[in-house]
């Protein structure tokens, strides 16, 4: 099989395929945290970069490994990175404080996260998201508060 890509294809492989890698716990700066089912395929995908005109995205540490550079890493795919993160925060962090003040409501027999809920505990659970959405995008963490050893 035969595969082309342009130099711009090429690069924005690259860039998802670093993003994939993010996901899946790779971090650039530590070499030890690229998942080894992935690390054959990424050094071969790294090892084309010359053919396809992006050497200059691509760098080879002391033992002669291929990782990214900055040039690629930062900027717009960082941004990505950064945003997914944010999303990913505050998503999780609405669903979860919900999730809590809904089984807290209805007592410890409520269903557990990731079950389907009724269609009462549903619209129950959708109203209280929609009013942490508001708190949380007005004033983000300013009006949370944590309360050690038990609850208030």
């Not at 924005?12 to 530590?30: F, I, Q, Y």
């Not at 997914?84 to 089984?103: Q, Y």
């Not at 990731?114 to 009013?131: C, N, R, T």
Request: charged share 35%; proline share 3%; with cysteine.
């Amino acid at each position: 099989m035969k595969v082309s890509f342009t130099q711009k294809e090429y690069a924005r492989l690259l860039e998802l395929a670093h993003l994939g890698l993010w996901m899946a716990g790779s971090r650039p700066d530590d070499p030890a945290t690229m998942p080894e089912r992935y690390a054959e395929l990424n050094q071969k995908l790294l090892g084309l970069a010359e053919t396809f005109g992006c050497a200059d995205l691509v760098e080879a540490d002391v033992n002669g490994e291929l990782f990214l550079n900055e040039k690629l890493t930062t900027g717009p795919v960082s941004e990505k990175i950064d945003k997914f993160v944010e999303d990913a925060f505050w998503s999780e962090l609405v669903m979860r404080l919900a999730e809590r003040d809904l089984r807290a409501e209805r007592g410890g027999d409520a269903t557990k996260i990731g079950v389907e809920y009724s269609e009462e505990d549903q619209e129950k659970l959708d109203a209280m998201e929609d009013a942490y959405w508001r708190e949380f995008e007005s004033r983000g963490v300013d009006h949370l508060v944590v309360l050690r050893g038990g609850k208030g």
